[in-house]
């Protein structure tokens, strides 16, 4: 398909990670059509100043490769009218940029809720903001409906969005969500500054993720800088990754189980949870892991008393996580549930290009780790784990199999470790600027990175792009015909982002 | 089930006694723990309202309740609505769209109310705070009583600047003899 859209034309030199091509209208609608006939998926759709990039995925031959459109008279063709995934993306765009897509199918804003002091943002000339008309939700027809506002503040301890229930009774009609309260203006924010205080900036995108987002903002970085990290810090990323991989999937089939009231799971899952995050700061000197991948390499060196926490940590789950697991699915009460619930369908997820447990436990077979394999991954891959059922049931078990592959992998890797230094500064100064994309498996799916470094180093654009842009939407499709109170257990099941997704 | 339910009355509580807040802690707790004290006896009420974080301190303020840190067994608890509520604990950095959600969570909560700023966003001094998206200090929006910083803090920060609120030092220490 690549070479069919793309043949003729020569990727960008200064770009590196993955091809950038420069597309034209023609082209962009041939893209829309592939989207549209499920040839490709969609990894990412991002403004930057006067032109469009996509991030495309061809699950046959496994390659990806950016393709960008220049803005002409303040538009560009949409590719929301052939891909439904793209919709919230180019109306995001539309917020921050003022890029105006044609025949956009939907043509609210999204991220702007008409509070920012200026609109269009991103724009080179934001503008003073226009009161906006109030949000209009979409309709549902149908005897004794009946709407159920929820959010932004909402259930307990949790991020901020809006769920606007569409309710027949207790089953679900329509849920549209409305997202966009934890916008902090980041992509802004990493404009001009250096690539530590952006590292910094990318570690707090999303909290749960610190450590992917720390991981990929540095592939992305030095694939533009062509620098290599020293093999020890290499490995070190990995078993920080899967550490939080398995810190999160803990709380989450805890606070699953919580949600359907069985809180016995929750109180057993979190005590392990807790254990994982005390070896993170004994090996790694911070619960979360924040701030400890770096371009360069990473901030602190593992010592033995560290590699025996994690170790006693992973042994520790060896014993005890076994005795959970048939909690969960030995307990009737609990199982009716969870089976059945939330249905996201093959074609759906495929469609949607939803990664993660998501996409996992709905036959989609794509993990960024084995299918576009970054080192340490290349070397030491480690086992997908797919489900046909794509129910709450199913992510529960994408997540119980990623914990005991994760912690088998950590104990491998610990054994194997590479010596050496831990980090190596990055002075390479490009004389013009340059562009580094890359792609990490974060625990709820894959992250793409884009940035762009030009003089003195300073970043000139960066796009962090998070797994739940595509999976917000599947949520959607999977309350329908469910009862309003499974509501939260699918919403935990699925456990989007909203920071992520709010930039 | 039953053999878990079992297993766990035969063995020790994990849930660990707290150590000592620190004095600028105390300090700042001072004034307001006669308040609580007054008003509320040892019950604690509290909603969260997460005012743009990014998640990290909402995963710490979750970890109060595991069997290890038990917030609830000093009278602490969190609630669905700000109705039912005490204290607000909001986080981040007061995002423009979350402007107007946290000032009537802050109306829609009965007095007496008390609102604890969390996490060096809630603070202020978090790096988000100069963006346009964000107003700041969760200060610059509703009165605010105590500052918990961090980034994001420990649930062992959050709980001894909690404690000092409630109950104070003296009290404290009384109900960690019994736990340990």
Known sequence: MFKALFGNL????????????????????????????????????????????????????????????????????????????????????????????????????????GRWPDSVPLADQPRPHAPLPPYRFLDAEGPSLHQIPVGPVHAGIIEPGHFRFTASG????????????????????????????????????????????????????????????????????????????????????????????????????GILREEVLRACTVAFGHRLMMDRIVPGGVAVDLEPAGQHAILSV?????????????????????????????????????????SGYVGRASSRSFDARICLPYPPYDAAPIEIVVRPEGDVDARVWVRIREIQLSAGWLEAALASLPLGPVHLPVITAPAAPVEGSALVEGFRGDILAYVRIGPGRRIERCHLRDPSWFLWPLLEAAIEGNIVADFPLCNKSFNCSYSGHDL | MRRRLFKNLVTAPCTEPVSKPTAALEAAGAQLRGAIARSLGRSLAIREVDAGSCNGCELEIHALSNALYDVERFGIRFVASPRHADLLLVTGPVTLNMREALERTYAATPAPKWVVAVGDCGAGCGMFTDSYACVGAVSKVIPVDLVIRGCPPTPTDLLQGLLVLLSGGAAAAGVNAKHS
Not at chain 1, 90 to 102: H, K, N, S
Request: charged share 25%; aromatic share 8%; with cysteine.
């Open chain 1, 314 to 354: 992973t042994q520790k789950l060896r014993r005890q996580f076994p005795e959970l697991i048939e909690l969960y699915e030995n307990t009737a009460s609990l199982q009716d549930r969870t089976v059945g619930t939330g249905v996201v369908t093959a074609a759906l997820a495929a469609r949607f290009a939803a």
């Open chain 1, 170 to 269: 207790e089953t679900v009609v329509r849920l549209e969500e409305r997202l966009g309260y934890t916008h902090k203006g980041i992509e802004k924010l990493l404009c001009g500054k250096s690539i530590d205080e952006a590292g910094r900036i990318a570690a707090r995108v999303s909290g749960d993720s610190t450590v992917a987002y720390s991981f990929v903002f540095a592939l992305a970085v030095e694939a533009a800088l062509e620098f290599h990290p020293p093999p020890r810090a290499v490995w070190m990323r990995a078993v920080m990754a899967e550490l939080e991989r398995i810190a999160n999937h803990l709380g989450d089939i805890g606070a699953i189980c919580n949600d359907a009231a069985f809180s016995m799971m929750h109180a057993e899952c």
């Open chain 1, 10 to 113: 020569t990727p960008t030199a200064a770009h590196r990670g993955w091809p950038r091509v420069v597309a034209d209208a023609d082209i962009w609608q041939r893209i829309g059509e592939a989207l549209r006939e499920d040839k490709l998926d969609l990894l990412g759709l991002w403004g930057d100043g006067a032109a469009v990039h996509c991030a495309l995925y061809e699950p046959s031959t496994r390659q990806i490769v950016s393709a960008t459109i220049d803005v002409h008279d303040g538009k560009v063709p949409s590719l929301a009218v052939f891909h439904a995934p793209a919709s919230r993306l180019e109306r995001t765009i539309r917020d921050l940029f003022g890029i105006e897509f044609v025949a956009l199918p939907d043509p609210r804003p999204w991220l702007d809720h």
